[in-house]
């Protein structure tokens, strides 16, 4: 999930950073005092404020604190929002345009909770924002060109977990085919989020496919939901835990997809 691919307004206010933040706050605080200054002359009394100058103050006022505190407060530390560009999350987020397969365009945008995994670990089945490593880049091809983009999964596994990604035995793709499944310690995992059944991982899903996958300390198993059309930890390997941002939380826009994310 890159959020730098949307050049929306909101996108490119959420990617404002601390020294723009701080700069914009001093810019409007200088504007304040210079409104501030400016006098309106009325007969047998002392110069005042002008009235809408004093409220061009006042709604500035305002912008700072509200800024400083989302900008330098609760972004950093609590909340923050994000979008979904892409369809690898699908049907739980969506994020796909109107074309042959979709009558409309749907960017679900959310609410992503910083805070929680500074006092606990992410669990399996939580949806996670992270910063992917840069193998994770599958728009570059130039290693040297490669960027650690913003991504969206679903946690599969944890340290200590064994991973594997196999041929299910009963499950069957939409074609009739033998579906994949994943295999966590063994017993295959029973997953009613995916949009539908897996089909067999290209050649480049080297890690944990066919085989198992031990998670050492500090590492974590990703994948998409829309497991047909995912980049994830099947491609580019296991995640770091440093790498975690926050645990998706909620769907604030569009106002028809409100609700909380499982």
């Known amino acids: ?11 490119i206010f959420a990617s404002l950073s601390v020294g723009m933040i701080t700069l914009i706050a ?20 002392k110069d005042d404020v002008h009235p809408y100058a004093r409220a061009v103050a006042e709604i500035l006022e305002s912008l700072i604190i509200a800024g400083v505190l ?11 929002a994000f979008f979904i560009p892409s369809e690898s999350m699908e049907l739980t987020l969506l994020g796909h345009d109107a074309g042959p397969q979709h009558a409309d365009t749907v960017h679900d945008h959310i609410f992503v909770n ?17 910063r992917a490593p840069p193998e994770a880049d599958g728009e570059h091809i130039n290693p040297a060109e490669k960027k650690e983009n913003v991504l969206i999964k679903r946690l599969i596994g944890v340290p200590g977990d064994r991973i594997e990604v196999k041929q299910s035995g009963h499950l069957k793709t939409k ?3 033998p579906a994949y499944a994943v295999y966590r310690n063994g017993i295959e995992l029973n997953e009613p989020y995916i949009k539908e059944p897996m089909d067999q991982p290209g050649p480049n ?31 580019w390997g296991t995640l770091e835990r440093t790498r ?19």
Do not use: C, W
């Open 26 to 45: 001093l810019a409007l605080t200088m504007l304040r005092v210079l409104l501030l200054s400016l006098k309106a002359p009325q007969p047998g009394k």
């Open 114 to 130: 910083k805070l929680v995994y500074r006092y606990s670990e992410p669990k399996h089945g939580d949806i996670i924002v992270f």
């Open 70 to 80: 989302v900008f330098l407060i609760i972004r950093p530390f609590f909340v923050q």
């Open 205 to 235: 899903a080297t890690h944990g496919v066919n085989h198992e996958l031990v998670l050492p300390p500090g590492r974590l198993f990703v994948m998409g939901d829309n497991r047909n059309d995912s980049n994830d930890s099947r491609y």
């Open 1 to 11: 999930m890159p959020p730098t691919t949307d050049t929306g307004v909101g996108e």
């Open 175 to 177: 074609d009739g085919a």
């Open 244 to 262: 975690v941002i926050g645990k998706a939380n909620f769907i604030f826009f569009p106002f028809n997809r409100m609700r909380v994310i499982h």
